[in-house]
């Protein structure tokens, strides 16, 4: 579906066809836009291990790395030059990754020390403009790290856009997040409570439905095999 489809079919839902609307073309591009967002954020995220935002690089004497705000969740990572598998930790786990260093315990976050990548520290800046990895140790070589993340869509939703990082089944179910929206205007024309709050209900029902799918899709079905008496 393209966003000239979704558009049309908010504007007969809503019976708003005919100018002057009481939803503009610009919060129903905004309220589309957030839709597609919200859907994903609530669906886990989109999986991603090829576009541009996996490869994260990793400059010799820098502790830390920008990563894309887009990320939801880190799944994986690896040194592009070795093939390594890098382990993922949260800031809250960096005190019991010291190293020891003739009998003595040494937190590498408050003495960082210069040697070969092994750990990734996340959950640095999340809701900044630009969200940030660091190091466990400064690293004393160049190198490139990929990850396998999920994350939110790459593009904004404008005219000629084609929603197509998730399923087209999910397309036409969209509209229940911007009748949430529309419905939650603060304008005596469009504001309606129980509408607003209604789609939201059923837009997040779908949401967790589609979850599940998913969930059941990636989960591999057990075989037994029973012997006879």
Known sequence: MTYEELYALFRSDVTDAVAPYLWSDTEVQAYANDAYSMFVRLTKGIPDSTSALTQVPVVAGEATATVSPLILKFKSAYLVSTGKDLRIVNEG????????????????????????????????????????????MIPKDNDTVQLSVMRLPLSKVEPGF?????????????????????????????????????????????????????????????VVAYGGL
């Open 93 to 136: 786990e960096v005190p019991r990754l010291g190293t020891k260093r003739v009998g003595e315990q040494v937190d590498s976050h408050r003495n960082p020390n210069v040697g070969n990548v092994s750990h990734m520290v996340v959950g640095l800046g999340r809701n900044a403009a630009s969200g940030g990895v660091r190091w466990h």
């Open 162 to 222: 084609e929603f197509d990082e998730i399923g087209e089944e999910h397309h036409y179910h969209l509209l229940l997040w911007m009748k949430h929206l529309a419905y939650g205007k603060q304008d005596a024309e469009t504001f309606d409570r129980g509408r607003r709050d209604e789609f939201e209900r059923k837009f997040r029902e779908y949401c967790g439905q589609a979850t599940r799918e998913w969930d059941r899709y990636r989960t591999h079905t057990q």
